[in-house]
């Protein structure tokens, strides 16, 4: 059983187009996040939701919209494809801080080539 | 706000021998989480060990270890016993223990190991 799940792994667009990417967890967690791995392997957050609601927006650009029609679920869509969206994003889980176990689990990444 | 640094971007050991990557943190939280991930080349982030800054002992789970030093800020990762399979990029992340559930990461150390 995966325990986060993104889809797709490999995702090839031009320029202009508008694309999504889903991701779902079956931990029971309550936390979901976005991250973004840059060509130079830098992880940085891009979003944060609690329980469905966003609780972190780290600068990032209007045309990514993050939804979570659930909490077992987190998708991001991106509007308006440019080429420096090229990158591997990956999807997290997590337990609330306080827990033993806190660490986040990660799914296994869509790498996004905008040409 | 909390910044990881890791010095070396790249390290190299010889099979079956012991090899300590560096990080050390920028923090002014008394308590939060520390990690050491590792990405292989199948890109999937995978949980090596954790530590709670709360907790004086090292942490160790088989033959990795760390040298957890709270008052130098400091969290380096002993690979004992160095294998083929420990080749990948090795990522240290932060996190708050409350507050912003998000995991800051260093800039990642990418370890090779020779046969």
């Known amino acids: 059983d995966t325990a986060v799940s993104q889809t797709p792994k490999y995702l090839v667009t031009q320029m202009g187009n508008d694309k999504s990417i889903k991701c779902e967890q079956n931990?029971?967690?309550?936390?979901m996040y976005w991250y973004k791995q840059d060509s130079k392997k830098f992880l940085k957050i891009m979003f944060s939701?609690?329980?469905?609601?966003?609780?972190i927006n780290e600068t990032v650009p209007n045309r990514f919209s993050p939804k979570s029609p659930d909490k077992a679920h987190l998708n991001l869509h991106i509007n308006s494809l440019e080429l420096g969206d090229s990158a591997v994003y990956f999807c997290?889980?997590?337990?609330?801080?306080?827990?033993?176990?806190?660490?986040?689990?990660f799914g296994q990444g869509t790498r996004l080539t905008v040409v | 706000a909390q910044t990881v640094t890791q010095s070396q971007p790249e390290m190299s050991v010889q099979e079956a021998e012991t090899v300590t990557l560096s990080c050390t943190y920028d923090?002014?939280?008394?308590?939060?989480?520390l990690f050491w991930y590792k990405q292989p080349p199948s890109r999937q982030m995978i949980l090596v060990i954790r530590?709670?800054?709360?907790?004086?002992q090292n942490a160790t789970e088989n033959r990795f270890s760390v040298n957890f030093q709270k008052a130098a800020k400091s969290f380096s990762l002993k690979i004992s016993d160095s294998q083929l399979g420990d080749a990948a990029m090795y990522f240290c992340?932060?996190?708050?223990?409350?507050?912003?559930?998000?995991?800051?990461f260093g800039q990642g150390t990418r370890l090779t190991i020779n046969p």
């Open positions: 997290a889980s997590s337990p609330p801080s306080g827990h033993t176990n806190t660490e986040a689990f």
């Open positions: 923090t002014s939280e008394s308590d939060y989480y």
């Open positions: 992340a932060y996190r708050s223990w409350r507050g912003a559930q998000k995991l800051v």
């Open positions: 931990l029971g967690h309550d936390t």
């Open positions: 939701y609690n329980n469905k609601e966003l609780i």
């Open positions: 530590q709670e800054a709360y907790k004086q």
